[in-house]
């Protein structure tokens, strides 16, 4: 049973930091590239980096350079590094599997975690 889980979201002011986990089971991790996409209310859900198993990895352009997305395939899990936070920033935020590229394309993810909170505000 493939199953994503997100943590480490929660409340932090502007131009704070948070980091999120996404610990993956049931799947070969380092084959595939995992994704963190955030959906805020009344918008449709938008990729916010995704990196493949190559290493490589690409970025919305309101993240770059505020966010970091890493992998650690010992442990199963990604993660999302960010920095300088902004209330823009403020989103349900989702770790999915990539199952063929381009990452940067929410069809080409079939595992979604259930997500996890952030919110930015002072």
């Known amino acids: 049973q493939v199953q994503l889980v997100e943590s480490g979201g929660g409340l932090v002011q502007p131009g704070g930091s948070l980091r999120l986990s996404c610990a993956a089971s049931?799947?070969?991790?380092?084959?595939?590239?995992m994704g963190w996409y955030r959906q805020a209310p009344g918008k449709q859900r938008e990729l916010v980096a995704a990196a493949t198993n190559g290493g490589s990895t690409n970025y919305a352009d309101s993240v770059k350079g505020r966010f970091t997305i890493s992998r650690d395939n010992a442990k199963n899990t990604a993660y999302l590094q960010m920095n300088s936070l902004k209330p823009e920033d403020t989103a349900v935020y989702y770790c999915?599997?990539?199952?063929?590229?381009?990452?940067?394309?929410?069809?080409?993810?079939?595992?979604w975690g259930q997500g996890t909170q952030v919110t930015v505000s002072s």
């Open positions: 049931g799947i070969i991790f380092s084959i595939n590239a």
């Open positions: 999915a599997r990539g199952i063929r590229t381009p990452v940067t394309l929410a069809n080409n993810y079939d595992y």
